[in-house]
């Protein structure tokens, strides 16, 4: 500790030096973007330029392509459904690695924000409904993050939870549902440490947060002491005085950033206060130090005090075996029996693995394990059919039968500026490649020779905005301007519209195709997205189905892989319905009537109706499972693991019955009228029961719950491995009906362990113009799950 004060004060000393050699305009250069990732150096005082990087699953890096990839981990959602801080400091230790490799400074996550409503587009990407949980995992993952000295932005500060509107939405939220709630999170993580916020897009009460005094400066900064800095959600900060006395330190990106100049012609003529502008370069400088950006003085975490090297992809596996929810097993088909014989493995998503959520999230992993071959690899018989397929988007072209894929970008007579090879045909850049400059760079173009294995109507496809021209086999396709979908600037890169062109081939004979984009770079930005798009002949989707009805009934088990498509669940809009796209609910009820022994694995990143969910033999919900899908998966069917997961948001049964459901404003504003109620609070009492709660997962052992007692501030909570395999238990305490701790313990069968479980002061408060003490006797639950109360006491 002495050393770390020490090191504070050094620290400090460093910053004052710095601060006191810059002169008004450097100090107000620190303060915005050098260009979309980065702060700029000043050699003259020893700074670096500091390298920011989304976050949250992987570090994708300044580039943003399959030629930089990143370890992508399992969703935000799997994460928490883990209910493991100590295995999110090993996913946040395994990104501070990953970011210290591709010359990162800063990661942009976590995403803190809370499963208000299951329409929230980006519900994948946060933890939680609850606030304890989602602060517990949060302040795991950054410090973890942070052992390498580098930082993190716990976001979107505050009440960012859906995308309808994101960049105007008013949210009209209470104060005690902001203090119990809302704000909860980010009060544990900074209290944590973290060493930087993100402020959101959306309004709170009719300040957009990136000016919000009362939050920013009052709360954060002051109330919470929070000596990091805050910078604003990409392109979020628009005014030049009222960003800076509400409290933001840094304009994200440079384009468009409201200060610079006109911040420092502010100063001078009086309207903002130096002293302001000079506590946010503190900030900035602070930061450089820590992360090591700042001459002479060491980071936070030398070198010699970092993590030892973490083996991503073994990481990867065991968050996502540790992640699984099984949410119904009543005939305890699973963990498979080593003796079963063939099975039917049924799903457009167990071949292409949906493995991540969309929008700034997105990294391209080295490899990804489909669950066919981690099925394959276990050394299981299996037999594939497609069955249902809910994309409604061609894939990436991509597989055995495309080689050569590459881009290329040339200049306007036609010449190579640059060239790489693609790991399929998404191509995607957040920065001109080395060698390429805007003023040369004329065309993009994608390129390979596909050899197709079946002879018939094959798919080509594009997805981007612009003009394009298609060839395949020197033949001109497509010829024209796709143009957005809406006038949404994010939504034409996140969501950009696609064309399919149908096109006969014959097996075995090679066409070449090129894909071509005219590049016209938006001002300040380097943002070039294209997709080549591939469909091999497929049998009518009548067709599919009963291929794959007759496949699960003559097989021992069928496995049918379900879920979301990436125009679902994605950054930049909100998702239209829960039901599962396509004819993937016809496809299990049909395969569920031939073969009792149906296991249904829904990857999804967020609650989906599963209509028939008692009809079949097992329920496995496996989120986006990041790189490693498939062998994890192997690893859980056949028992080689147990699946650890537990909710950390209930599921509805059907849409309508969920208590808070809406995202979208009316006139602009949208209020949290429930005020405190969201999630297990709002179902509990609720018209209708939810399908399953908050907490809920089985393993494949079974526990008593024996004893309860309230130690002072510590719940001491007995239980028992009643089953045959040893397993792990996520014991829950509740205290008046609100999560208030909980741990993991291990046991043997026939073994009894005790989980010691503090219970925050804040678990006895409510806030009513401050945080009061609510009144006992308090009721003491300790649960596997929300709803089931196997042991209570009174506490006084
Ligand atoms: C997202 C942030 C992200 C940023 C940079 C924004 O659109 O809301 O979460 O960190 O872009 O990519």
């Given at each position: 500790m002495a050393g770390m004060s020490a090191l504070r004060t050094e620290h400090e000393a460093a910053v004052e030096t710095a601060l006191a050699a810059l002169d008004l305009d450097t100090k107000v250069s620190l303060l915005s973007g050098q260009d979309m990732w980065s702060l700029p150096a000043v050699p003259a005082i020893g700074l670096a330029s500091i390298v920011m990087s989304d976050g949250p699953i992987g570090v994708r890096g300044t580039q943003w392509s399959a030629a930089d990839p990143s370890i992508a981990l399992p969703s935000p959602t799997a994460l928490a459904a883990t209910w493991d801080p100590e295995l999110a400091r090993r996913a946040g230790r395994l990104l501070g690695q990953e970011a210290r490799r591709k010359g990162v400074h800063v990661l942009l996550a976590p995403t803190v924000n809370l499963h208000r409503s299951p329409l929230g587009g980006r519900h994948f990407e946060a933890y939680s409904e609850d606030p304890l949980l989602t602060g517990a995992i949060g302040a795991g993952y950054v410090r973890g993050v942070q052992e390498h000295s580098v930082a993190t932005t716990v976001k979107h500060f505050v009440a960012n939870d859906a995308e309808t509107e994101r960049f105007t939405v008013d949210n009209v939220v209470s104060e005690k549902a902001l203090r119990e709630l809302y704000l909860a999170p980010f009060e544990t993580i900074v209290a944590a440490g973290a060493w930087g916020v993100m402020a959101a897009y959306n309004k709170v009460n009719g300040v957009t947060m990136t000016e919000h005094a009362p939050l920013q400066r009052d709360v954060l900064k002051g109330e919470w002491g929070f000596d990091g800095f805050i910078v604003s959600d990409w392109t979020a900060a628009r005014d030049t005085v009222a960003t800076v006395t509400g409290g933001?330190?840094?304009?994200?990106?440079?384009?468009?950033?409201?200060?610079?100049?006109?911040?420092?012609?502010?100063?001078?003529?009086?309207?903002?206060?130096?002293?302001?502008?000079?506590?946010?370069?503190?900030?900035?400088?602070?930061?450089?130090?820590?992360?090591?950006?700042?001459?002479?003085?060491?980071?936070?975490?030398?070198?010699?005090?970092?993590?030892?090297?973490?083996?991503?992809?073994?990481?990867?596996?065991?968050?996502?075996?540790?992640?699984?929810?099984?949410?119904?097993?009543?005939?305890?088909?699973?963990?498979?029996?080593?003796?079963?014989?063939?099975?039917?493995?049924?799903?457009?998503?167990?071949?292409?693995?949906?493995?991540?959520?969309?929008?700034?999230?997105?990294?391209?992993?080295?490899?990804?394990?489909?669950?066919?071959?981690?099925?394959?690899?276990?050394?299981?018989?299996?037999?594939?059919?497609?069955?249902?397929?809910?994309?409604?988007?061609?894939?990436?072209?991509?597989?055995?039968?495309?080689?050569?894929?590459?881009?290329?970008?040339?200049?306007?007579?036609?010449?190579?500026?640059?060239?790489?090879?693609?790991?399929?045909?998404?191509?995607?850049?957040?920065?001109?490649?080395?060698?390429?400059?805007?003023?040369?760079?004329?065309?993009?173009?994608?390129?390979?020779?596909?050899?197709?294995?079946?002879?018939?109507?094959?798919?080509?496809?594009?997805?981007?905005?612009?003009?394009?021209?298609?060839?395949?086999?020197?033949?001109?396709?497509?010829?024209?301007?796709?143009?957005?979908?809406?006038?949404?600037?994010?939504?034409?890169?996140?969501?950009?519209?696609?064309?399919?062109?149908?096109?006969?081939?014959?097996?075995?004979?090679?066409?070449?195709?090129?894909?071509?984009?005219?590049?016209?770079?938006?001002?300040?930005?380097?943002?070039?997205?294209?997709?080549?798009?591939?469909?091999?002949?497929?049998?009518?989707?009548?067709?599919?189905?009963?291929?794959?009805?007759?496949?699960?009934?003559?097989?021992?088990?069928?496995?049918?892989?379900?879920?979301?498509?990436?125009?679902?669940e994605s950054e930049g809009f909100d998702r239209t319905c829960l039901a599962l796209p396509g004819r993937q609910d016809e496809l299990v009820t049909r395969v569920a009537a031939v073969n009792p022994n149906t296991v249904v694995v829904v990857n999804a990143g967020s609650p989906v109706e599963l209509p028939w969910a008692d009809d079949v033999a097992a329920v496995l919900l496996t989120w986006f499972p990041g790189q490693e899908a498939g062998h994890a998966l192997a690893d859980v069917l056949t028992g080689a693991a147990e699946p650890g997961g537990r909710l950390p948001t209930t599921w509805p049964v059907r849409e309508q019955d969920c208590p808070v459901l809406a995202t979208a404003p009316t006139d602009g504003v949208l209020a949290y009228a429930e005020d405190t109620r969201i999630g297990y609070r709002a179902w509990d009492g609720a018209g209708a029961a939810p399908r399953w709660w908050f907490g809920h997962g089985l393993g494949y052992t079974a526990w008593a719950y024996e004893q309860l007692a309230v130690d002072g501030r510590e719940a001491v909570v007995t239980v028992r491995n009643t089953g045959a395999r040893p397993g792990r238990e996520t014991v829950q305490v509740y205290v008046d009906g609100r999560l208030a701790g909980f741990a993991s313990v291990t046991a043997e069968p026939g073994h009894t362990v005790t989980a010691r479980v503090p219970l925050p002061e804040r678990a006895f408060q409510v806030w009513q113009d401050g945080w009061q003490a609510t009144p006992g006797p308090h009721r003491v639950t300790a649960a596997p799950s929300y709803f089931h109360h196997p042991l209570t006491t009174t506490h006084p």
């Open positions: 933001l330190d840094v304009a994200m990106p440079g384009v468009g950033s409201p200060w610079g100049r006109r911040l420092a012609d502010a100063v001078r003529s009086g309207a903002v206060d130096p002293e302001l502008v000079d506590d946010q370069v503190r900030r900035v400088l602070r930061l450089a130090a820590r992360v090591g950006a700042l001459d002479g003085v060491p980071p936070a975490v030398p070198v010699a005090d970092r993590p030892a090297p973490i083996d991503g992809d073994a990481l990867a596996r065991e968050l996502a075996t540790r992640s699984f929810v099984l949410a119904a097993n009543p005939r305890g088909l699973l963990p498979l029996d080593p003796g079963t014989g063939t099975v039917a493995l049924i799903g457009a998503l167990a071949r292409d693995a949906r493995i991540l959520g969309g929008g700034s999230a997105h990294v391209f992993p080295h490899h990804v394990v489909s669950p066919l071959d981690g099925l394959i690899a276990a050394g299981l018989r299996v037999e594939y059919a497609i069955g249902a397929d809910p994309r409604t988007k061609l894939a990436a072209a991509s597989g055995p039968q495309w080689t050569g894929l590459t881009a290329t970008f040339r200049d306007h007579s036609g010449a190579v500026l640059h060239r790489t090879p693609l790991g399929s045909g998404m191509g995607l850049w957040m920065e001109l490649p080395p060698g390429v400059t805007r003023d040369q760079l004329a065309t993009v173009e994608i390129t390979g020779r596909l050899t197709p294995a079946a002879s018939g109507q094959h798919e080509l496809g594009i997805r981007g905005v612009g003009r394009f021209t298609l060839t395949a086999g020197g033949q001109t396709v497509f010829d024209d301007t796709m143009l957005p979908d809406s006038n949404d600037p994010g939504a034409a890169f996140l969501a950009p519209p696609d064309e399919r062109f149908p096109i006969e081939l014959a097996a075995g004979l090679p066409v070449d195709v090129t894909l071509r984009q005219q590049v016209m770079l938006p001002e300040g930005f380097a943002l070039i997205a294209l997709t080549l798009g591939f469909g091999e002949p497929v049998a009518s989707a009548d067709a599919l189905l009963e291929e794959a009805v007759r496949t699960a009934a003559s097989a021992d088990v069928a496995i049918i892989v379900v879920g979301t498509t990436e125009q679902v």
